[in-house]
C-alpha cells in the first residue's frame, strides 16, 4: 500500500512530511483568478504554474503558504507534488453552486481541497488504495473520530464521472481510494512538541492557514484580517454582495456580513494568538 501525506501548508502536516517520510506528500492549493489578489513575485507565479500544469495568478490564502510548500520541498529533500482543481470562481460557478459556502454548506473544501487530491490518488495511483496521512494531533482524536465515520471498514470512498448518458447527464462511479491514519495521535505528538521543532528551521510558515476570508473565522479575527489582507477580504466581501440571493451569506448569522464586520471599532488590541485552531477551518485535510 504506497503511503500519501496530506499537506495543509501548516506547521502539523508539514512535521509529518519532515519526519514520516511518504511515497507521495501532495498539497492542494486554492488559487483566484481576481488580479486584485495577485501574488506579488512574476517569478514565483511562474514556478507554481509550472508545478500546477495551470496558470497562477493568486490565492486566497495568506500568500507565505507559498513560500512555506517551496521551503518544506528543500528541508525534507523530496517532491511535493503540487494540486489544484478549479479556481474559487470555478468552483461558485458549478451549476450546483447556486448559494455561497458557508459552516452549513461546506462544499468548498470539498472541490477545492479534497478533490484535487482524490483525483490525483484515483490517475496516479490506478486505483490502488493508498494510507493517507492526515495531521491531527494527539489531543485532536475527535477530528479524527469524524473522519473515521465517513470511512467503510476503515476506508475512504468518492465518485467520480466516468461518462455520459444518452441524455447528456452525468455517470458517477464510486470507489475505494484511502486509508486514513494519524501518526500524531499513534505517537502521542502534542502542538508543544511541533512548536519545538520547527524553532530555527528554515521554513517560512503563514500566520494563519486556509483562505483569508474562511467563514469559520470568529468575526473579531475577520475584523483584524481586513487590515493586514485587505483585498482579499474585499474579495469575500464582494462575494456577498453580488451574489444571486440577497441574505446569502458566508457566516451562518446573516447579519454578519463582511462589509459589516469591516466597520466593526475594536476596543481591545488583538494578536492573532488570541485565537484558537477552530477558527482555522481546518482545510487541507
Given amino acids: 500500500m504506497k503511503t500519501v501525506n496530506s499537506l495543509s501548508g501548516g506547521k502539523t502536516s508539514s512535521y509529518i512530511a519532515a519526519n514520516y517520510p511518504a511515497d507521495y506528500n501532495v498539497f492542494a492549493l486554492v488559487r483566484t483568478d481576481d488580479k486584485k489578489c495577485i501574488y506579488p513575485d512574476a517569478k514565483v507565479r511562474q514556478i507554481v504554474s509550472d508545478k500546477i500544469g495551470k496558470e497562477f495568478i493568486g490565492t486566497l490564502e495568506m500568500d507565505e503558504i507559498i513560500n512555506t510548500i517551496l521551503d518544506l520541498e528543500q528541508f525534507i529533500g523530496k517532491k511535493i507534488i503540487w494540486l489544484s482543481g ?14 455561497l459556502p458557508s459552516p452549513i454548506r461546506r462544499y468548498c473544501t470539498a472541490l477545492l481541497k479534497n478533490k484535487p487530491i482524490f483525483d490525483w490518488c484515483r490517475n496516479n495511483l490506478k486505483n490502488e488504495i493508498c494510507e493517507m496521512r492526515i495531521g491531527f494531533r494527539a489531543n485532536e482524536q475527535n477530528r479524527a473520530n469524524n473522519v473515521l465515520k465517513k470511512c467503510i471498514n476503515g476506508i475512504l470512498y468518492d465518485k467520480y464521472i466516468y461518462s455520459k448518458n444518452p441524455s447528456g447527464t452525468n455517470k458517477w462511479k464510486t470507489i ?18 511541533i512548536e519545538l521543532y520547527w524553532k530555527d528551521k528554515p521554513v517560512r510558515f503563514a500566520t494563519l492557514n486556509n483562505c483569508v476570508g474562511c467563514f469559520h ?3 473579531a479575527l475577520l475584523r483584524k484580517l481586513w487590515d493586514s489582507h485587505t483585498k482579499k477580504m474585499q474579495y469575500f466581501a464582494d462575494l456577498e454582495k453580488n451574489r444571486k440571493y440577497p441574505n446569502d451569506t458566508l457566516k451562518a448569522d446573516e447579519s454578519l456580513t463582511y462589509e459589516r464586520i469591516k466597520n466593526w471599532n475594536i476596543q481591545t488590541e488583538l494578536s492573532f494568538d ?11 485535510l
Fill in 86 to 99: 478549479v479556481t474559487y470562481e470555478g468552483l461558485l460557478g458549478l451549476p450546483q453552486n447556486n448559494v
Fill in 176 to 193: 475505494p481510494y484511502s486509508k486514513p491514519t494519524f501518526p500524531l495521535i499513534k505517537n502521542n505528538i502534542y502542538k508543544d512538541n
Fill in 217 to 219: 473565522r470568529h468575526p
Fill in 274 to 284: 488570541d485565537f484558537n485552531e477552530c477558527d482555522s477551518g481546518y482545510c487541507g
